[in-house]
């Protein structure tokens, strides 16, 4: 039963409506367990045996009475216990900090970089304490964004996993000891001519380059290897043939008109996504402009990047050269350049398209490619350098330093240890004993080498095999720098004390070598005085550059622009890519938003995090599409045996629209084994399904072979599938040639109809009449916009408000159970191709038309919509409350009291955004719920302005109210209105695409004002009339429909 | 009523009597205040006993040097040190050639310093662990015991029994006069048996009086659960408020600095008492004691005048225990209120030892809410509301924190 069918309107009818929008799969199969779940919306189990202690058929049970007893007896004792408070004690400090004031948050620029990731960022401490990270806006890459990743590795600070001090043999040692012995052995190598490596990966860091380059002098024989997880050797080679520089070109989305990705999810995984996100979604933002750029997708599996493209096409990893080859040849035909021989492909069509729109854009185009084949990025090199992309959007110049590992080397550092000829390994920032794909090869070389030294934060896979940990700090421990970009530096400083007798590993090394400098600080100071502070002229003492550069966390030159001259021997390319055979059974491996490559796979926050497409957390899985899944005579759930060379993974299968046919994925960063309580034996291992071509790891396998393992299911939990939003239209789309000629194009306004005849929903109302028009908002009137072109789904803004309002995580069997606590989630829904047009066309009757766009769709269309509590002005959750618990405040909040809440839940039951979380239990100091909040550190990350909730009440987004009440006060105690923009809310302020605009409604100048009048904006479900405090912007596609755009 | 207004009266009138013989009694005996002379011109730099603070300990400087020398050195510590005086160079140079200022006392002023020194040195002698002299501590005033009351009983009681015993006589007299034989005995169980027969009413009264008395403190008692109000538990340190607001007029964010910016008023730390106490080394209470506790939290040695490496904090018994549940930010009320300290915390100035002066339930905050107007005047924040309010509500109409939404959850609560 649909609890609102009072007012049928258009729209829910969707006639007006050009597709039809399914949570999942299950709900456009109309699955069985589906159908049961979606008619009863609240259909978590009740625990009222649990609850009073009582086992459903346990002969034993507990009778009434004496459950009555006991609750009498427990009354009377809490009573009693009550009526003593304890003593608290209150600790000034001894000395005060002068800059800290206890209450007010300290804000200090730093910079995340773990070898993979990088973000210019500001930290939140308070009381000394990081507990919050944003992104820094004086930072010109990544320009104030963050990533999902980078909001939750504060975590990482208070892991309780983390080592407590040096270990040698697996045991405690002290660093005194560890110092003398390794520095024995390093003495010892040197003195027979051994050989010493340092395997690390990406560095981004010049003085920790510098100071590599240091030891080396003292111990010569060291030899620094250089290896990423996630490799991009291929194109590194390839960049080195074409433009002489081994290194990865920095991109400009924002000016990129028409872009073409084979295989690159650029905005949710590839080198830098934070800033390709910001920049992608700069030329998908329609306010004020009428332009956005265009973006073809071909790709094996439904990755973030495909689902927001205007075009997606499915091809298999193997393919990808094809299509490139293809691409080049399309490309070089219309520039006149001579071809490469190149086949056909099963996308042709698109492939024509996109090549000629790259071709109109010639100059504001780019094109990307995920494959590690270095042949393959030599073409893509000549396609950009045929567009004259070099110089506007590709910039080889001011490359990229993110990726700089190698396969090669890598390979040959493994054969080196393992003829024992490796006196002494050093391992920073790499986990090869789970991340390399022939990782028991890894850790056999390893036991032969003379002495390994591990510099891992905590007893990982590789540093249990390890003869030493010498446990690394946490970046915000660490003082450090970073060249993320060629000139383009930042800084980054420590921003609490060590928890832990933990020491840096750039002054392990300084220790060991006994280099002449204090510390690793001195040493930084130094390599900057020497040589960043020369390449400025504006600050003239080196003391006021440091201060200022540490001050505002970057530093940023211009390089001069050289003559790059594209020297890449293309037909060579075209012949010696490799190709798979158009038919047999493919892999694909990708990396998942939150988890990535697997490093900060024990941060709970990232696990429980969904993935942005198949909403699945905690756990990997073998996607494939469900008609593939139907041919093989799979389910969801299903465990299957997928063998790929000598390797054999066992995985769930998850029916995953979108992925192209004869092709499984499978993401890597699960199935850790040593990485702690939330990551150890989630998931499987996938990296070692990766293959080895031509001395580059190759994120696909062919020549897969796959079996169904007997009567073996595993449950998946997902976060949508929940909470159905009763198959109404709530996403509002058109397409961009349509918007051009009338901007209410896909936003019509919902008409009731009524006695008086058909009338726009808002104009109808119990409440508010012509003289009481309903409740006043005199000061403020908070709000939020939220533009559906720019959210790419990426999640950042469901960490960032996990962090901010201390929202518990709850674990795998919760979120099966329905009782996720995110306060923000991400609905993903996927379209079918059926429209009105083409139903009316085919003269298809109203019910076969609406039956027919049941049908499931091979490569569905992907729209997403953060949805968190809409503050209504006539709340539905309001007026249900039987205590007032949740009441409307006069600045336009819904408010929720929780002390107040007795629990019912009426409210969570008649919200029609379903937005309200129950606490079913105490997730704080529960053995049961072992997360972050159940340790002492883990708890440090709390933030000290919100309540931690308890058991028994009902929670939701409070639209940051902390935040409100904290900027209003900054305001009043300044004597002057807030600024527009000086209140965010934490998802805003984390979003990298900027999609979310909080602001007050009440001030006419502000952004939120200005992007609530366009004809774009539309509240979900209008139809209610519960008259929203958010907004959504009509997202517009732009696709090609044959008209001139 | 009446009498009370005559009784304060009264009192009143008697106050001045006194504090006028007292001040002119003072007057009469005009000498030189040695222990105040001392306090306002040298316990700055010095103190009565033999700790160092800028100059030396003064305890027993009168077997030291001769009282002609003192006034000498007291008037202008530089001539003498130019004389040439060994004993004089030797401590200014021992005292890194602090300078002493020159003092335009009389002679007699001086000499009621040095006697007052004197006496300070014999009083610490003559009781060497007497950290506390109990004379000091201001007197709480406690309720005083109902004494009127009692006696007014006692002298009732008493009548009651006398009086009973003369009726008893003299109704026996009655009796035997007119010759009637002596009443039967009644058992008293008999005869309260009978007064409760007699007095049935009564008795229901009384009870239904007791029965809702009873409930009234039951009531009371619970609701009282997990309100501290008047908690005044002992600190670590005995510091008075009294003596540094009410006597020293030391403002209250001098050192709860927090309160005009943060959320948290906070406890100073230690080293703002440095601020003063590095030269205050001996309260007029307790002594040195107290005082001791703040340098061992510094680690600091008063007389070397050096801090050590092992400070530690104090560990302050919290007084105002708001639940987690309920937001509370100091400035917002101290300084865009511009509500007074004692308004929620009494009258500190007056508190020898802190204790909890409002209740601080969810109702007071309410009640003040509701009573309390917005300072809107001069705030720009508030300037376009306060247009739109007044329109609302009146020109007149007092502008109180709960028209402004001072009542909702969410802004105590989230």
Redesign the interface.
């Known amino acids: 039963m649909c609890p609102l069918p009072l007012l049928i309107s258009d729209t829910t009818l969707h006639t007006d409506m050009e597709k039809k929008y399914w949570k999942g799969v299950e709900e456009l199969r109309n699955d069985a367990e589906f159908v049961r779940l979606k008619n009863n919306e609240f259909f978590e189990h009740i625990p009222v045996d649990e609850v009073i202690g009582r086992k459903a058929e346990s002969a034993d049970a507990t009778p009434r009475r004496d459950f009555l007893k006991f609750l009498g007896f427990g009354m009377a004792a809490a ?1 009693l216990a ?2 003593e ?1 304890p ?10 900090p002068e800059e800290i ?4 948050p300290n804000y200090y620029a730093s910079t995340f970089s773990d070898g993979h990731d990088y973000a210019s960022i500001l930290v939140k401490t308070r009381e000394g304490r990081p507990i919050k990270i944003d992104g820094n806006e004086m930072s010109s890459i990544s320009k104030g964004a963050t990533h999902a990743r980078v909001q939750a590795s504060v975590l990482g600070l208070y892991d309780n996993n983390r080592l407590r001090g040096p270990k040698a043999a697996g045991k405690d040692t002290d660093w005194a000891t560890a110092d003398k012995e390794i520095k024995a052995k390093l003495e010892a190598a040197v003195a027979k001519n051994g050989k010493i490596r340092i395997l690390t990966a990406t560095v981004v860091s010049p003085s920790t380059k510098a100071l590599f380059a240091e030891f080396a002098a003292k111990y010569p024989g060291t030899e620094v290897v250089t290896y990423d997880a996630v490799s991009f050797a291929g194109t590194l080679k390839a960049n080195e043939q074409s433009f002489g520089k081994a290194a990865l070109p920095t991109y400009r989305f924002d000016n990129a008109d028409v872009i073409v990705s084979v295989g690159a999810d650029f905005l949710s995984n590839w080198i830098n996504p934070t800033e390709h996100a910001r920049q992608y979604a700069a030329n998908r933002k329609l306010f004020g402009k009428k332009t956005m750029s265009r973006h073809y997708q071909f790709e094996a599996t439904l990755s973030v990047t495909g689902s927001n493209a205007d075009h997606r096409y499915k091809v298999k990893p193997g393919q990808y050269g094809s299509v490139v080859a293809a691409l080049y040849n399309k490309v070089a035909s219309l520039a006149g350049a001579t071809s490469i021989s190149a086949g056909n492909t099963s996308v042709d069509d698109g492939i024509s398209k996109a090549a000629r729109d790259l071709w109109n854009s010639k100059g504001r185009s780019v094109v990307v490619c995920g494959s590690n084949d270095p042949a393959v990025q030599v073409l893509i090199n000549g396609i950009n350098t045929l567009l004259g992309n070099y110089g506007s959007t590709v910039n080889i110049d001011m490359h990229s330093n993110l990726r700089q590992g190698s396969d090669e080397k890598m390979a040959a550092l493994v054969a080196e240890m393992a003829s024992g000829a490796v006196d002494v390994l050093f391992m920073y920032n790499v986990n090869p004993a789970y991340t390399y794909p022939d990782a028991a090869a890894f850790k056999a070389a390893l036991k032969k080498v003379g002495t390994s030294v591990s510099f891992a934060g905590t007893e990982d896979e590789s540093a249990s095999e390890a003869n030493y940990i010498c446990p690394d700090h946490h970046y915000l421990e660490s003082w450090n720098d970073a060249e993320p970009v060629k000139g383009m530096f930042s800084l980054g400083q420590p921003v609490i004390r060590p928890l832990f007798k933990t020491r840096q590993m750039q002054d392990s090394l300084i220790q060991w070598a006994g280099l002449p400098y204090q510390d690793y600080l001195t040493f930084i100071q130094g390599n900057w005085n020497k040589s960043m502070y020369g390449m400025q002229t504006a600050i003239s003492s080196y003391d006021a550059f440091w201060t200022k550069s540490l001050q505002e966390g970057v530093f940023e030159t211009a390089p001069a622009a050289g003559v790059n001259v594209f020297a890449g021997d293309v037909a060579a390319a075209a012949s010696s890519i490799v190709k798979s055979k158009t038919d047999g059974l493919e892999l694909v491996i990708y990396e998942k938003t939150g988890i990535g490559n697997g490093n900060q796979a024990n941060n709970p926050w990232l696990q429980e995090l969904p993935d942005p497409v198949s909403k699945v957390c905690w756990d990997n899985y073998f996607a494939m599409s469900p008609a593939f899944a139907k041919a093989q005579g799979f389910s969801q759930g299903n465990v299957i045996e997928v063998k790929a060379g000598n390797k054999t993974v066992k995985g769930p299968v998850y029916l995953q629209p979108g992925v192209a046919d004869q092709t499984i994925a499978i993401a890597i960063g699960y199935g850790r084994t040593k990485a702690g309580k939330a990551a150890d034996n989630i998931g499987v291992n996938a990296y070692e399904l990766a293959s080895m071509v031509n001395g580059t790891i190759h994120y696909y396998n062919t020549g897969i072979t796959i079996n169904k393992t007997v009567d073996e299911d595993h449950v998946l939990a997902a976060t949508q599938t929940h909470h159905t939003m009763m198959g109404r239209a709530i996403v509002k789309e058109t397409n961009l040639d349509k918007w051009l000629k009338d901007p209410k194009s896909g936003n019509p306004d919902v008409m009731l109809e009524t006695y008086k005849g058909k009338k726009k929903a808002t104009e109808m109302d119990l409440w508010a009449t012509e003289k009481n028009p309903g409740h ?1 908002k ?2 403020h009137f908070w709000g939020m916009s939220i533009d559906l072109n720019s959210c790419i789904g990426c999640g950042s803004c469901v960490v960032a408000c996990q962090v901010e309002n201390n929202v518990p995580v709850v674990g795998k069997d919760e979120i099966n159970r329905s009782r996720e606590m995110h306060w923000i989630r991400i609905d993903r829904y996927y379209t079918s191709d059926t429209t009105k047009e083409s139903a009316e066309k085919d003269g298809m009757g109203k019910i076969d038309m609406l039956a027919k766009m049941e049908d499931p769709s091979e490569n569905p269309e992907v729209v997403f919509q953060p949805m968190l509590c809409q503050h209504c002005n006539h709340a539905p959750c309001e007026t249900v409350c039987p205590v007032a618990a949740t ?1 409307h ?3 336009g ?1 819904n ?6 809440c007795v629990g019912t839940r009426y409210c969570a039951n008649n919200c029609p955004y379903k937005v309200r979380r129950y606490n079913w239990f105490k997730y704080s100091d529960n053995t049961q719920f072992d997360f972050n909040m159940n340790d002492d550190l883990g708890k440090m990350v709390l933030n000290p ?4 909730r308890s058991r028994g009440v009902m929670e939701k987004c ?1 639209m940051c ?2 935040r409100i ?1 904290y900027g ?2 900054e ?3 300044a ?3 807030p600024k527009d923009g000086e209140i965010n809310t934490a998802c805003a302020q984390s979003c990298p695409t900027n999609a979310i605009t909080f602001g007050d409604y009440n001030d006419p100048a502000s952004r939120l004002s200005a992007e609530a009048k366009d004809a774009r904006a539309y509240h979900v479900l209008e139809e209610l009339n519960v008259q929203p405090s958010i907004y959504y912007q009509t997202k517009v596609r732009n696709k090609d429909t044959g008209t001139k755009a | 009523m009446k009498g009370s207004v005559f009784t304060s009266k009264v009192t009143s009138v008697c106050l001045i009597f006194f504090a006028l013989i007292f001040f002119s009694v003072k007057n009469v005996h005009a000498q030189p205040d040695g222990a105040s002379l001392f306090k306002a011109q040298c316990a700055q730099c010095h103190s009565t006993g033999s700790n160092k603070v800028i100059g030396p300990g003064l305890k027993d400087v009168h077997t030291r040097r001769n009282e002609e020398w003192l006034l000498k050195w007291t008037k202008n510590s530089q001539g003498v040190i130019k004389s040439g005086d060994a004993y004089a160079v030797k401590l200014y140079n021992e005292f890194n050639q602090t300078a002493m200022p020159s003092f335009a006392l009389s002679d007699d002023e001086i000499k009621s310093i040095f006697a007052y020194i004197k006496a300070e040195g014999e009083k610490a002698a003559a009781a060497p662990a007497a950290g506390a002299p109990g004379a000091a501590t201001a007197k709480a005033e406690e309720p005083g015991f109902p004494w009127m009351l009692t006696m007014i009983f006692v002298i009732l009681g008493v009548l009651y029994l006398v009086l009973g015993k003369v009726k008893e006589g003299l109704e026996r007299a009655l009796r035997a006069k007119q010759g009637l034989p002596e009443p039967i005995p009644v058992t008293s169980k008999q005869a309260s048996k009978n007064w409760i027969r007699g007095n049935k009413k009564l008795i229901a009264v009384m009870f239904v009086i007791f029965a809702v008395w009873g409930s009234v403190k039951g009531w009371n008692a619970l609701a009282g659960i997990g309100i501290s109000q008047n908690y005044a538990p002992e600190q670590p340190i005995k510091f008075s408020h009294k003596l540094h607001v009410g006597q020293n007029g030391i403002s209250c964010v001098y050192c709860h600095s927090g309160a005009e910016k943060s959320r948290h008023a906070n406890i100073p730390s230690p080293n703002v008492c440095m601020n003063c106490h590095k030269y205050v080394q001996q309260g007029p209470t307790y002594g040195t004691t107290e005082i001791a506790k703040i340098y061992a939290a510094l680690d600091y040695d008063p007389n070397t005048q050096k801090y050590g490496p092992n400070p530690k904090p104090i560990k302050w018994v919290q007084i105002h225990n708001l639940p987690d549940l309920a937001y509370f930010n100091h400035a917002q009320h101290v300084t865009v209120g511009q509500i007074e300290c004692q308004t929620c915390h009494g009258p500190v100035e007056e508190m020898e030892v802190v204790k909890q002066f409002s209740p601080l339930t969810m109702g007071w905050c309410i009640d003040c809410h509701r009573t309390t107007e917005v300072k809107m005047e001069g705030n720009a924040y508030y300037t376009e509301l306060h247009d739109k309010l007044k329109k609302q509500y009146g020109p007149e109409a007092k502008l109180t924190v709960d028209k402004i939404g001072g009542l909702e959850c969410a802004r105590c609560h989230y």
Do not use: F, H
Request: net charge positive; aromatic share 4%.
């Open positions: 009573t009550a009526c408070a003593v608290k004690k209150a600790l000034p400090y001894v000395v005060k004031t206890p209450g007010i006043d005199p000061n009441t405040s006069s600045e909040l408010m929720m009291a929780y002390n107040r302005d919100v309540v931690v409070s109210v902390q009440q209003k006060l305001a009043k105690k004597g002057r209105r």
